[in-house]
Every structure is written in C-alpha cells, then in structure tokens.
C-alpha cells in the first residue's frame, strides 16, 4: 500500500505561559487536533490522510499551527470552526484554504511581522 | 523566507509496555530525535531543516520511524548509528538512505510481513 495521500502534523506543543512567544498549546492545539482526526474518520479518509500532533513547529506566534504534507501548506491561526473547511477543500478536494494560509514570509523568519518583523504580507484577515 | 527544505518527523510515542504492537518511545525515539536535532545543527541546517517530534505514524512495528517531507521518503528501523548517515546523505546530499527505507508494501498497511502479512519484499537488510 502506497503512504498516506497527505499527512497533517498540527503543533500540539506546551510552553510555560511566561513564555512572549506563546505557543499552540495554550490555543487549544490539542483539541483542534483531536477534533480534526474524529473529523476525518468521519469522512472516510482513515487510511489516505494522517493527522499526527507534532512537536513545536517554530511558528508560535501564527498558533495553532499545522502543516500538509507532501504539499507543504502552512496553515496559521486555525481555530476549530477551520477544520471542515481544511478537510473539505484541502484534503478531499486538492485546494488550500487560502485564507488561513500562512505566506512564505511568515514561515520560518524572525523578520515575520507577527514576530515585529518588517516584512509586508499580502495576507487578508490575519 | 522559505519554508524548510526538508522537515523530518521522529515518532516519539509511547504506548503501554503490553502493547503487542511496541511503540518507539521504547526503543529510543526520543533519544534519536534529540540526537538527530543536535547533529543537524551541528551541521549548520537550522533554518533550513527541521526535525520534530511527533504522535504515533502507525509504524510501530518498524520503529524508530521517522518520515522526511515533502520527499515522502519513510525510515524504519533507525538507530542512533544511522543518523550521521541519514543526515550526510539524505538532508545535505538529497539522496535517500536506501538501506533504512521502508518501502511501499511496509507503510500505512496491515499486511506488511512485519505485522505478520504475506506482501513479498524487496527488504535486503531488514
């Protein structure tokens, strides 16, 4: 059997609250993961998609965040009302939700102006 | 900037010692993750290469696993000695670590022949 058509990694990680960055922890990165996995099954995709909670992506400030694989989405801000759009158009349909879409010049950059950065974003409601 | 280059999940998680599955956490997940980490800075790939932790792949009978995205490239079986190896030819040279992959008939299947299927190899070493 080939691997998984697309594999979910959503930061689950904890820091101590004292922390500036924050992290998806305290935004309920857990339950939005738990959420999406029941979500899943539900939708018959057990088996072609997998969601694994992950370690701390580096993108605290965009929290809760996830990351589709082999794709290379980034997905930032997610909320649980997010998720059956994710599934819907992401990963039964092949089209990002471009609106929760993290920009490439707010991965992985300390220059992110979530992070007081400078760099300009062409990103709507964020 | 760009997203990572390459993004490397380690599964690190433990189930019940009685899980007749195992799990990697016991058989050094954790230990090969933080190794995997400090080697690939060491080789200058912060920011360029991310290793993670992560939940259970569903692998458990080929751990430790890890996977490398976007390539989609699957490792089972991985030892703290293969990390330099793993490090050296895949994430700076872009060639798999052939010895170490699973391959299709392993991943995301209950009849691997390590969970005791019939699916023939092609598996010299493992």
Chains 1, 2 share one sequence.
Request: with cysteine; glycine share 12%; aromatic share 4%.
């Amino acid at each position: 059997m080939a691997p998984y058509r697309r594999h979910v990694f959503v930061c689950t990680n904890q820091r101590d609250p004292s922390h500036p960055r924050g992290c998806c922890a305290d935004k309920d990165g857990a339950n939005i993961r738990e959420a999406m996995k029941a979500a899943m099954e539900q939708a018959g995709l057990s088996g072609t998609v997998r969601v694994n909670k992950s370690g701390c992506l580096d993108q605290c400030e965009h929290g809760v965040t996830m990351v589709v694989y082999p794709d290379g989405v980034w997905y930032g801000f997610v909320k649980l009302a997010d998720i059956e759009e994710i599934i819907r158009s992401h990963l039964i349909d092949g089209e990002p939700v471009e609106r929760l879409r993290l920009p490439d010049a707010c991965v992985n950059t300390s220059r992110c102006p979530h992070r007081g950065g400078t760099v300009q974003l062409g990103l709507g409601g964020l």
